[in-house]
Structures are given as C-alpha cells and as structure tokens.
C-alpha cells in the first residue's frame, strides 16, 4: 500500500522557519514528479512547489525565494523548507507523488502549519 506521511508543521512566528517532510513508502519516488500544495481554510488547494524526477523545481510566485523543495531518492523523502513564514502561508500542507505516464498519483494526509503571532 502506497503512503506519503508528511510531518514537521506547527505554529511559529512570522519571520520563523520550518522544514516539512514527506516520507514515501511502496513506490520508487525516484520515477515520481513530487510536489506540495496547502489548503487554507475556505480555500482552494493550491500548489505551492514541484520537483520533477530529474530534479527541476518551481514554485508559486508567493513563496518564490523563501521556500525550498528538494528531494533524496535514497530515502525516498521529499522536503519543503519554508523559510521568512507569512501569516498567509497558514494552511495543510499536503505531500503529491505523480506519474502521469503510469497514470499514477497518491497524496498524503496532510500536515498543518499555522504562522501567528
């Protein structure tokens, strides 16, 4: 059975850093375009950050230059480092491993982050 588990969300303060991480099992993440989107409440989810299986990366405009994605295929775990948090990066962050060519895609459950002061 195929699971992403994402952890590392919780509640900081503007300015204040956090690394999230997405741990996979059952599928070589190697051959996976990876990526994180969030949902804030009353909100569409949106995509925050894409790594692609040879490595490329984008992002929103809105996190351009703060956040990180990244990936190591060894331990099959996908990272997303947020850095210079905003009370609007508040949301669930959720982890997406996608093979279009498979016709594959699975998504994790999700991990909350929450920036207030």
């Known amino acids: 059975q195929v699971q992403l588990v994402e952890s590392g969300g919780g509640l900081v303060q503007p300015g204040e850093s956090l690394r999230l991480s997405c741990a996979v099992s059952?599928?070589?993440?190697?051959?996976?375009?990876m990526g994180w989107y969030r949902q804030a409440p009353g909100k569409q989810r949106e995509l925050v950050a894409t790594i692609t299986s040879t490595s490329n990366t984008d992002y929103r405009d809105s996190v351009k230059g703060r956040f990180t994605i990244s990936r190591d295929n060894a331990k099959n775990t996908v990272y997303l480092q947020m850095n210079s948090l905003k009370p609007e990066d508040t949301a669930v962050y959720y982890c997406?491993?996608?093979?279009?060519?498979?016709?594959?895609?699975?998504w994790g459950q999700g991990t909350q982050v929450t920036v207030s002061s």
């Open positions: 059952s599928i070589i993440t190697s051959i996976y375009d």
């Open positions: 997406n491993a996608r093979n279009a060519r498979l016709g594959r895609e699975y």
